[in-house]
């Protein structure tokens, strides 16, 4: 069974920067493409950074130049870099393997971590 577990998160000012990480086990790490998942307060879970198992990425729109997603095959772990940190950045952060192809990923895997919590204050 796949366990995913994030840490990494923090209060911090606007302009900060955090490193996410995201350490999974129960699957095999370097077959699969895996993605960061943001839930803001009241609202959907959307998926703001995806790695493929080649190592190309892809962002949503309002982090790229912010945000750097990257892995670690030896560790089974996916980070996320977010720099330049504004208020709509805050949120629930997740984890998960993806299936598709960039801009049409989906989550691959119904049991998410618990996230790991980021608070931009302004």
């Known amino acids: 069974q796949v366990q995913l577990v994030e840490s990494g998160g923090g209060l911090v000012q606007a302009g900060g920067s955090l490193r996410l990480s995201c350490a999974a086990s129960?699957?095999?790490?370097?077959?699969?493409?895996w993605a960061w998942y943001r839930q803001a307060p009241g609202k959907q879970r959307e998926l703001v950074a995806a790695i493929a198992p080649g190592g190309s990425t892809s962002y949503t729109d309002s982090v790229k130049g912010r945000f750097t997603i990257s892995r670690d095959n030896a560790k089974s772990t996916v980070y996320l870099r977010v720099n330049a940190l504004k208020p709509e950045d805050t949120g629930v952060y997740y984890c998960?393997?993806?299936?598709?192809?960039?801009?049409?990923?989906?989550?691959?895997?119904?049991?998410w971590g618990q996230g790991t919590q980021v608070t931009v204050s302004s």
């Open positions: 129960g699957t095999i790490f370097s077959l699969n493409a």
């Open positions: 998960n393997a993806v299936y598709g192809y960039s801009g049409n990923y989906h989550p691959e895997y119904d049991d």
